[in-house]
């Protein structure tokens, strides 16, 4: 049997070795530059404070990796939990006599000159990003994660804590929300 | 059995990575055959899957890496954190 490799702390050298990787991973998935480095400099504050229970079984990026997923829950929660605001504007009747169909404002136009648009240039990024801008944050960083990162249905779940239906919910109503934005900043006529 | 708009389209979004049922793929179809809004929605749909997809790269060149500036702040937050 391989006898186990014990892995030290040197909190010394956390931002020359691990800066870059933990604020990657951030920010691919939260997007907002200053709330990721937050989010990374946090990671070690309690990695600091938490240095006692590191067993030595792990190796020290993974186990500040592990700590930073659960920065990251904690701040889904957080902006979870923040009702009204940029809440996502309605694109079918949510009851009635007509629950389930289009509001006539939001039904697709007819986008009869996509045809022309160069979809590889640079406006059409930058159109985008705003429109996923707009979305509220909890959509938006769902949406970037499994549509931009594509990252796996159960990965996305598990590092933001919900279940799929849910997250299905949260795709369907931030591309419906990103099409109508699309249409009016780029897609009409 | 029938579908409403917010469903079918709730559907068809999650086709765009994919993952649907065959039942569902079907249920879908068959909304298609009377709504031409829905049918308009998924047509666009591909179109902006297309777009994501080429944004993907902008994206990932804006992200790169912290500054070494701002790497010196977060190494001397933590020195000072563990002077104690």
Redesign the interface.
């Known amino acids: 049997m391989a006898r186990e490799i014990k892995h030290f702390l040197n ?2 050298k ?3 070795l691990h ?2 990787y933990l ?2 991973y951030t ?2 998935r939260i ?1 907002d ?1 200053d709330l990721s ?1 937050d989010l ?2 946090d990671t ?2 309690a990695g ?1 404070n938490a240095m006692g229970n590191f067993k030595g079984k792990a190796s020290e990026r993974t186990w500040l990796i592990a700590i930073l997923k659960r920065k990251i829950i904690d701040y889904y929660r957080k902006i979870n939990s923040v009702k009204g605001k940029t809440e996502v504007k309605m ?2 009747y949510p009851d009635g006599e007509r ?4 509001i006539e404002q939001r ?2 136009s ?2 009869n000159n ?1 045809i022309d648009k160069n ?2 240039n ?1 406006e ?2 930058v159109a ?2 705003k429109c996923i801008n707009k979305l509220p944050d909890k959509y938006a960083i769902v949406f ?1 994660m ?3 990162q ?1 990252l796996e ?1 159960e990965q996305i779940c598990k590092e933001l804590d919900i279940t799929s239906s849910n997250l ?2 949260i ?2 109503r931030a ?2 929300q ?2 109508k934005c ?2 009016d900043n780029w ?1 009409k006529n | 059995m029938k579908l409403c708009c917010d469903n079918a389209t709730a559907i068809c979004d999650k086709g765009q990575y994919g993952e649907i049922k065959i039942w569902e793929k079907i249920k879908l179809g068959l909304h298609f055959l009377w709504c031409k809004k829905c049918r308009r929605y998924s047509k666009q749909n591909s179109i902006l899957s297309k777009c994501y997809r080429n944004h993907q790269e902008f994206e990932k060149k804006k992200q790169c890496c912290l500054t070494d500036l701002e790497k010196e702040c977060m190494d001397e937050r933590i020195k000072e954190n563990t002077i104690f």
Do not use: Y
């Not at chain 1, 629950?99 to 289009?102: A, F, R």
């Open positions: 909190p010394d956390w931002v020359e800066s870059d604020f990657n920010i691919s997007s530059r480095k990374v400099q070690f504050f600091l694109n079918f629950e389930g169909e289009w039904v697709p007819d986008w996509e979809i590889e640079r059409l990024s985008i990003e970037r499994k549509t931009i594509e249905t299905w919910v795709i369907h591309r419906t990103l099409r699309m249409e897609f």
